[in-house]
């Protein structure tokens, strides 16, 4: 069995295997996605998973918390002796970089966090043995994942360092700071952290650059930009918390977020409103179309139902309206729940 291996968060395992399919379809690759509620992961089933690996990065995947290439399915371990099959899939395989040992983050897969923990204490040694492993971890070479789905059912999969999350389990243990003003504040951090490459980052947040933050209270998002040296403008009826008003960067408005606009054109635009995400998504094409700004991250909050349809036409309804060509990522974070955030960028008018 070959194929990709994604973790979701627990679900949104249709999101992702609608996903899957229709980008598989889309750049050229046959197979079909293997799914089940819940279990916090899906496969997608495929002869062409270096090519589909190469033509859909991670960045580029929403309900994709981690892609890993599957090299092994191996569904009845003896518990005895798990080490000598997995030694036996990855026979005549060039060494690895690093390993993890791994379980979806799951009702049933959280319950493996121990089993992966000594299981890979065991592994390391073995694989060094076998010349599969580094010494020390070494992130330009591919790095094992082993993926225990049940305490007798596993993958073996492998990650391209340069194209998958760096976090175990795909996920960012970003700690909340004391004077967070909000657990809102950690949603921000992540798109910066995820959405955004560390080169990008530099050039397209400077201290001193501009922003707005529409739906900003108690003021989290703002108090994330500040943090970065950013004069923000705070679109809201609520109050915001007062130490971020005492940065000296904020000026608060009480003011509607889907009809205020700036004066003179911004650097960014944030915006946590809760709305229809039709909504958000035409009133973010505007602000792109109109050059109020040249960059934006802003939450879509999915409906209960056809959630992968709503992201897809809310995203073409947004790249449309914008009538300007666009970079977008999109993705569903760690601290989403029933939402998916999204980066979008100017580039140059052809
Ligand atoms: N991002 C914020 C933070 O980090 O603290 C949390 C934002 S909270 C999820 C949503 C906010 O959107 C609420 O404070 C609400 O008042 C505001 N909001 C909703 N509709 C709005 C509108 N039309 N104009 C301005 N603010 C709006």
């Given at each position: ?11 949104f ?6 996903e899957?399919n ?9 197979g ?5 509620r ?13 090519a589909m ?9 929403i309900?994709?918390r981690q892609?890993l ?5 191996l569904?009845q371990?003896d ?10 899939a990855?026979h ?5 970089g ?5 379980h ?12 992966a923990?000594?299981?890979g204490n ?8 076998a010349?599969?492993l580094t010494d020390?971890a ?10 225990f789905?049940?305490?007798t059912?596993a993958?073996?999969t ?5 194209d998958?999350?760096p976090?175990?389990l795909?996920?960012?243990r970003?700690?909340l700071l004391p004077?967070?003003p909000?657990?809102s504040?950690l949603?921000l ?12 980052r ?5 201290p001193g ?8 209270a ?11 040296h950013?004069?923000?403008t705070s679109?809201d009826?609520?109050?915001l ?6 940065t000296?960067?904020v000026?608060?408005l009480r003011?509607?977020?889907?009809h ?8 960014w ?6 709305e ?10 505007t ?5 109020w700004?040249?960059?934006t991250?802003f939450?879509?909050k999915?409906?209960?139902k ?7 036409l809310?995203l073409?309804?947004?790249?449309q309206?914008a009538e ?27």
């Amino acid at each position: 069995m070959t194929g990709l291996l994604c973790y979701c968060r627990q679900g949104f395992e249709p999101e992702l295997a609608g996903e899957l399919n229709e980008r598989a379809g889309q750049v050229g690759v046959a197979g079909y996605a293997r799914a089940q509620r819940n279990d916090g992961y899906v496969l997608f089933v495929t002869d062409a998973a270096d090519a589909m690996a190469q033509r859909l990065p991670w960045r580029e995947l929403i309900f994709a918390r981690q892609k890993l290439r599957v090299l092994a399915e191996l569904p009845q371990l003896d518990p005895s002796d798990r080490i000598t099959p997995i030694l036996a899939a990855l026979h005549g395989h060039a060494r690895f970089g690093d390993l993890w040992v791994e379980h979806p983050d799951s009702d049933a897969g959280k319950p493996l966090s121990g089993l992966a923990r000594s299981f890979g204490n065991a592994l390391r040694p073995a694989l060094r043995k076998a010349g599969l492993l580094t010494d020390k971890a070494n992130d330009k070479l591919p790095r094992l994942h082993i993926v225990f789905v049940d305490g007798t059912h596993a993958f073996v999969t492998v990650a391209d360092t340069r194209d998958s999350a760096p976090w175990p389990l795909g996920i960012p243990r970003l700690k909340l700071l004391p004077d967070a003003p909000s657990r809102s504040a950690l949603k921000l951090d992540e798109a910066l952290l995820t959405l955004i490459t560390p080169e990008e980052r530099e050039t397209l947040m400077q201290p001193g650059m501009r922003a707005a933050d529409l739906g900003a209270a108690p003021g989290g998002w703002t108090w994330v930009l500040t943090r970065q040296h950013l004069r923000v403008t705070s679109i809201d009826n609520g109050p915001l918390r007062q130490h971020v008003l005492d940065t000296g960067l904020v000026e608060h408005l009480r003011a509607d977020g889907f009809h205020w606009k700036p004066e003179t054109p911004l650097d960014w635009m944030v915006c946590d409103m809760v709305e229809q995400p039709r909504k958000v998504a035409e009133r973010m094409a505007t602000w792109l179309r109109e050059g109020w700004c040249k960059h934006t991250i802003f939450n879509l909050k999915l409906p209960m139902k056809k959630r992968w349809d709503e992201t897809r036409l809310c995203l073409d309804l947004f790249a449309q309206q914008a009538e300007r060509p666009l970079m977008i990522r999109a993705k569903q974070l760690y601290h989403d729940r029933e939402e998916i955030t999204v980066f979008a960028t100017a580039t140059k008018r052809r």
